[in-house]
């Protein structure tokens, strides 16, 4: 049973547009939403992260925006580079950490 | 500093054969984890262990078992690997902060 599901599987975007990836939890315990990047042949890396205190957080070009009603969080990238593609993963903290399924950004020059 | 290290990088292995993979980490922190990475599954927690002498159960533990004898070591062993464990392995650490700090990875092919 995946709890956090995440959409879409795969992204292209164009360099300067606007990345979008989306998670859903059903884990009402969750408390801490981190996004991790992965490069291929890499591990992954944290990138950025809320607490569900907060609708939005904001890091560079990084910004997660938080529904706690909605049990729903998403990464935006702006300004998108081809330096961004890779593999995001969003995950939620409870008594473990549980990720979502992976999103494969390319973003062509 | 290295951070986590692991090894293998990659394996290929014969289905009913013994491996062991390895990951160290010179952060000296506490807790530690394996995970698996699948296409479209994302990473799965196979087992973890908050402090060294004591380990748990992941989300997917069958067919592996692990140790943790020390703060720095976390081997990973397939008893008899079987051909549905083949993935990429991935070790993490977390000093018991939200973050968890995650190792290159071990690609195992099982035929």
């Known amino acids: 049973q995946q709890q956090v599901k995440q959409s879409p599987q795969s992204l292209i975007v164009q360099k300067g547009g606007i990345s979008i990836i989306n998670c859903a939890y059903e884990n009402t315990a969750f408390d801490y939403f981190p996004w991790y990047q992965q490069f291929p042949g890499k591990g992954p890396a944290l990138l950025i992260a809320?607490?569900?205190?907060?609708s939005e957080k904001k890091e560079g070009r990084f910004t997660i925006s938080f529904n706690k009603s909605a049990k729903q969080f998403s990464l935006h990238i702006m300004d998108s580079q081809p330096g961004d593609s890779a593999t995001y993963f969003c995950a939620a903290l409870g008594s473990r950490l549980t990720f979502g399924e992976g999103t494969q950004l390319t973003v062509n020059p | 500093i290295a951070g986590i290290t692991q090894a293998p990088t990659s394996q290929i292995l014969a289905a009913g054969r013994r491996m062991t993979l390895r990951c160290t980490q010179d952060m000296r922190h506490n807790a530690m984890y394996w995970y698996r990475q699948d296409l479209g599954l994302g990473l799965r927690l196979i087992h973890y262990?908050?402090?060294?002498?004591?380990?748990g159960k992941g989300e997917v533990p069958d067919g592996y078992s692990v140790s943790r004898a020390n703060t720095d070591d976390f081997p990973l062993t397939l008893a008899s690997a079987v051909p549905s464990q083949t993935s990429v392995y991935f070790c993490?650490?977390?000093?018991?902060?939200?973050?968890?700090?995650f190792g290159p990875g071990t690609r195992l092919t099982v035929l």
């Open positions: 993490a650490s977390s000093d018991g902060a939200r973050e968890q700090f």
């Open positions: 262990s908050n402090t060294a002498g004591t380990t």
């Open positions: 809320i607490r569900p205190d907060v």
